[in-house]
Structures are given as C-alpha cells and as structure tokens.
C-alpha cells in the first residue's frame, strides 16, 4: 500500500485528508519527502548552467512542497490533537527536519550558487517581491551558519538538533501539567459567586470523569471564571497557585533546567553566528533592529504606564480592604476584585455581557464585517475533511464568486489541545506556472464549551480573541504574492499582530456590535447602555494591564539579551527582570517562565515585545478607519493591498506608510489606553 502523504490529495481543494491519516503514516512519508526534496536541491546544485534567480533562487523556493504539506498537518496536530504517539513521532521528526534544514543552509554548493546570485544582484532586473525573496534566501543561509568552518558548522547542527526536541519537551510538559490537576469541589457552598454556566460545565467535567460534584481544570474557560468569580478566597489562592506553578515542581515535567539548556545554547549558537546574543541575532530581521531598540521602547512604555498601574492597585487594594477587610492584595485577588469593582462603577459584567455573545452569532458577526470590508463570503462546506468532529470547516470566496481560501474554526479545549488560541496555515499561497495556489487557513481556540442547557456564550474577551486570530485568519486568506515563503503571515513577527490586533477595533464599535450582538434567547440587540459601557471600561485597570504585558516583554528580553551562562537559578532571575513591574507580592512556588509556550515552544523567542510594538501600528491605523467610517470600503481596500494581501513582500514600514502615509505615532495608542494626561 502506497502512502497517502507522499501523494497529491485527491481531495476538494487538495485538503488535507485528515480521517485516511494513521499516525504510522507520517514517519516514513516525511522520510521520503526528506529524500524527494534532497534529490529536487541536487538537480539545482549540478545544474551545469550559470545560476541565476530563476534556475536557483525561484528554483529552490518550489522545492519541498508536499514535505511542506505533511509537516504542516502533523506539527499543527501535536498541538491541536495530540496524543502520546504523536508526542513520541514529534520527539523522532523534529530532529530529522532540523537535521535536513541545516543538510539544505550548510549545502557549499548550493550556498555558492546562491551567493552568485547575491553578488551580481545589481545587475539582475527584479521586481520588489523577488530582491526580497533573493535578499531573505541568503541570509536564511548566511544567517545560519553557510560561511562557517566545518567544524563550527557540525556544533551548529548539534545545537539545533538539541533545541529541536528541548522546545518540544517544554511544551508537553505544559500539557501534561494542565492536564494533570483537577480542582475536585463536592460541596455546593463552595461555588458560591461563580456564574451559572461555569458552574454547568464544572458538573460536566465531573461527570465525564465518573466523579461526583464539580470538576475545574487549568483550561481557561474552566480557570478564568474560577479566579474571577469564587467568592471563597482559599480555593482561588489553590488553582492560582496550580496554575502559576505549570512545570515549576521537582518531578517528571519541571521545565527549569530545560529553560537553562534551551537559553545558553540560543545563546551559544548566536556567538556562533557572530552575534552578542540572541535577541540580537533575532532583532537583525525585526522592524525592531536591535534589543537596543526594544528596550527603550518597552522603557518608554513603562514610564508612561506604571504610575497609571500604581494609582490603579491602590485603589484595588483599598476596594478590596473596604469590601473585605483584605488588608495584603495577593495575585489570586486581583482578577476577583477588578471584576467587583469594574462591576460597581459601569454595572457589568461578563454574565451580563454573555448572553449577548453566543459563539455562532459571533463567528457570523465577524464573518459579516470581513464581507462588508474585503467583500469576502464564507460558505460552510462539510465535505471537508476535519481532523476532529468540533472543526467547522468554509469555502471563503470573493465578491466575484472565486474561491480564495479554506478555513477551518476549532473553538473548544479538549485534552490533546495546548491553552491559549492561535492561527495556522495548512498550506499557503503562491503562484506556480501561472496558477494562483490560495490557501488553507485555521484557527484554533480554547473558548466555554456549551453545555446540555446553553449554547456556547462568550466573554467579552473570547469575543476579542476570536476577532484577534481571525485577522491573523484573514492576513493568510487575502495573501497574494507569487513565492510561498513570502507568503500571508510570513512577514516580520513585530509586524505579524498588526492585522490580528487591529480586528478587535471593531468588538468595541456600535455599527458592528448591533451586526451580531443579539440575546440568544429573544433575539434582542445589545442595549445601546451596554455598548457604550464596554467602550468606558475598555481602558478600566488599563495601567495595571500594560505594565502586566510589558512584564512578559522584559522577562523575554532578559532571557535572550544578556549572556545566561551565569543563570542558577531560574526563579531568582525571573525576579530580578519581574523588580520594574512588580504589584503584588511575589509567590515563591510560582514561576511564569515555566509555562512561557510562547517564548520557550512557540517561536516569540526575542519577540514579545511585538504585541505592544502592533498596538501602535494597529491604533493609529485604526485612527483612520475612524476617521473615514468603520466600514470605508475606500480605507479597507488599501488596507488590504497594502498590508493584508502583500505578506513579506517589502519591509514592513514601507507597506506601513504606503497605507497610512506616515509611520505609526505611540500617541494614538497612549491615547486609546486612557494613558495620555
């Protein structure tokens, strides 16, 4: 029997056949796949003619596609779909692609043919999508070790097949610790303050265990409302205290040491390359340049932020001191207090909010505003392929009725599934022989599942997640450019939350609320007074909130800006970048870097500073938008030729001022927080 992966997919719009997949599969097509790619390289390195872009640039940017494909569906799998064989093929595969991308960028021959190129680029006639494709294939290669020595180059390929299965352990020890604890309450007294539908899905979840009573987990949905609503403080301390100490125990799944391997030999692998640390190494290829940079800017920020932050958790302290008599503010106070005194000043809350936002209303809603901004539909297809019964899966075609993507939706936790929501591409798009290959995008989610007497009904702030990873959605649908690297999200990571974070504008506006905020029972549109409250309380704590998201961007830059070979102890340091920030007391059996997926699995290494870097960008483009009307065709069409549609292109500051005319001003994002006096 021949492999399935290793063949094109006789399926609508070459989807991936999920349901005909055995896990069995995957090794040996990937192998084989290796082994295609290898051969496609090898015909361009013998090729007996001069190189050129075409016969080497553009050449190697085809090669590999149906490898392409199967490591798309299996990396995306291991984290939406895991289970402990494909945890187990990842810990064989990921080594063997690491292996095989240095095999390609230590390649002399191919390097040179390359280089060639390089060198003579001044008198080649390329247009800006090709000097940028020329441009980032030498420095994936000059970036990654090409002009080494040999033996420099040998310790570069053991590093990187180190920190290919470290990153992998890091993140199955943050599912296997999610999964692992259980909050088991069995008497009713103790739920007391947690909302109705919190309390359903609690008996769900014991149920579906063979327990008795209520079930709460480390998945958000199950967490958030725990630490906000329980009116008994202890067992608020208890799953605070759990989840802040996420691979932070002696035992099978601590991540310290991982943490410690995995940063020293960043570290090492950038003095390699030449580099003074990682974050620079990282910076080099960032609208950002340079930690330098990055630091003055998360400063800036700080200075702005922190006495608004301070004012802010004094007054929480002395609400929860009037409230309660808490005389000392802990961590497991904090989400429990704002949410009472957020309550008392503008009289809502998420409980009130929520029946206003149920999930298909939602997904329609944001469906909606994508059609009357970019003239997109989204027609729902079950012929499709899905790898669980949850994926909803849509054709998504323009106004002119021509297919322009494939879009998977994946909204509730399960236990195979990591926390948190992201997108994720299944195949991108490019041009090949004059055919416009359009791509397969999906967003994966953790929202409140529903339950036997509710559908599922948001939060305000799943309500803006979903927005958020739709506009990543919609970066990779529109995307067209002609070579896949350059493709969708394949841009500049300071730049990528740009079209994802500029998409919540619009949960705050009335003109697109009214278009899917509707009671899932009556049917009524939210009270204006709602709207305009969710506008009020939208820069509520905001002080308290920025200096929460900049903590998380100085742990990052500590981490990977300085030399961590003299780091003991992981615990001791995160305290140390966490002095500028602190609030509240600090807890010795909570560690954040622990958990950090995003910097220690998911590819944000050097890089958190990019959330707050896009809010800039994403305020002051939406500056525009407001100014012109939320739904001005005239300023969606050129948000979507020049930022949506053109992927990594040109730099990003250029696509940047060809939209807004200027460079982005913090101020309009100062302004919007409330920060500005």
Not at 188 to 197: A, F, Q, R, V, Y
Request: hydrophobic share 35%; with cysteine; glycine share 4%.
């Amino acid at each position: 029997m021949s492999n399935i992966l290793n063949h094109t997919f006789n399926t609508p719009y070459t989807t991936a056949p999920f349901s005909q997949i055995k896990n069995e599969d995957y090794l040996p097509a990937i192998e084989k796949e290796i082994q295609n790619t290898k051969t496609q390289i090898d015909i361009i390195c013998t090729n007996p003619e001069s190189p050129t872009f075409e016969n080497t640039i553009e050449a190697l940017e085809f090669t590999g596609e149906q490898l392409d494909r199967i490591t798309a569906i299996f990396f995306n799998l291991n984290s939406a779909e895991t289970n402990e064989e494909i945890q187990r093929l990842a810990q064989k595969i990921s080594p063997l692609l690491s292996e095989f991308g240095n095999d390609i960028r230590l390649n002399e021959k191919l390097f040179r043919r390359i280089k060639t190129v390089w060198d003579n680029r001044q008198q080649l006639s390329l247009n800006k999508e090709q000097s940028m494709l020329l441009e980032k294939t030498y420095k994936s290669f000059s970036r990654n070790g090409a002009n080494l020595p040999e033996d420099k180059k040998a310790t570069l390929r053991a590093i990187d097949s180190k920190l290919s299965k470290l990153s992998l352990t890091f993140g199955e020890n943050v599912l296997a610790e999610t999964n692992n604890y259980t909050l088991h309450i069995t008497k009713e007294s103790d739920l007391k303050g947690l909302p109705e539908n919190a309390i359903e899905t609690a008996l769900e979840e014991a149920k579906a265990r063979n327990k008795e009573g209520w079930i709460f987990t480390l998945n958000y949905p199950s967490y958030i409302p725990m630490i906000t609503y329980a009116d008994d403080r202890d067992l608020r301390k208890e799953i605070s205290l759990a989840f802040g100490s996420k691979a932070f125990k002696a035992g099978a799944h601590d991540n310290q040491d991982i943490i410690k391997e995995i940063v020293q030999l960043r570290q090492q692998r950038a003095a390699l390359l030449g580099f003074k640390t990682h974050a620079d190494f990282i910076l080099e290829e960032r609208m950002a340049k340079s930690p330098e940079k990055v630091n003055a800017f998360l400063d800036e920020l700080l200075r702005k932020a922190k006495p608004a932050a301070q004012r802010e958790f004094k007054e929480l302290q002395e609400f929860a001191k009037k409230t309660d008599g808490i005389d000392r503010l802990e961590k497991w106070d904090a989400a429990y207090y704002t949410e009472k005194l957020k309550q008392q000043r503008f009289d809502l809350d998420d409980e009130k909010l929520k029946p206003y936002f149920k999930l298909e209303n939602v997904i329609q809603g944001v469906f909606t505003i994508a059609e009357r901004l970019y003239g997109l539909r989204f027609k729902e297809n079950a012929t499709i392929d899905t790898y669980h019964p949850e994926v909803k899966t849509y054709e998504v075609l323009d106004e002119n009725d021509a297919f322009k993507a494939v879009f998977y939706a994946d909204f509730h936790p399960r236990p195979g599934k990591r926390n948190g929501a992201w997108m994720t591409v299944y195949k991108r798009q490019y041009r090949k022989n004059g055919v416009d290959s359009r791509p397969h995008i999906s967003i994966v989610c953790n929202f409140t599942k529903p339950t036997a007497t509710k559908p599922s009904l948001l939060t305000f702030n799943e309500v803006t997640t979903l927005f958020h990873e739709f506009g990543h959605a919609l970066h990779g649908m529109l995307a067209n450019t002609t070579y896949p690297s350059l493709s969708g999200t394949s841009v500049y990571w300071d730049f990528v939350e740009l079209p994802s974070q500029v998409m919540e504008n619009w949960c705050y506006e009335k003109e697109a609320l009214e278009l899917f905020a509707k009671h899932y029972q009556s049917g009524e549109v939210i009270p204006m007074q709602y709207i305009q409250k969710i506008k009020e309380s939208s820069t509520f704590m905001e002080g308290m909130q920025t200096l929460r998201q900049l903590s998380f961007g100085i742990l990052d830059m500590n981490w990977h800006g300085t030399d961590p070979t003299a780091i003991k102890d992981v615990k001791s340091f995160e305290e140390q970048a966490f002095e500028s920030t602190n609030l509240f007391p600090n807890t010795p059996q909570t560690c954040m870097s622990t958990s950090f997926s995003h910097i220690f699995q998911g590819g944000y290494s050097a890089g958190y500073y990019s959330y707050k870097w896009a809010e800039v960008l994403d305020a002051d483009a939406f500056e525009l938008f407001k100014e012109k009307g939320i739904f001005n065709k005239e300023v969606a069409t050129k948000f979507k030729n020049t930022v949506l549609s053109q992927g990594g292109t040109q730099d990003p500051m250029d696509l940047y001022k060809e939209f807004r005319g200027k460079e982005p001003q913090p101020e309009a994002l100062l302004k919007r927080a409330g920060l500005l006096k």
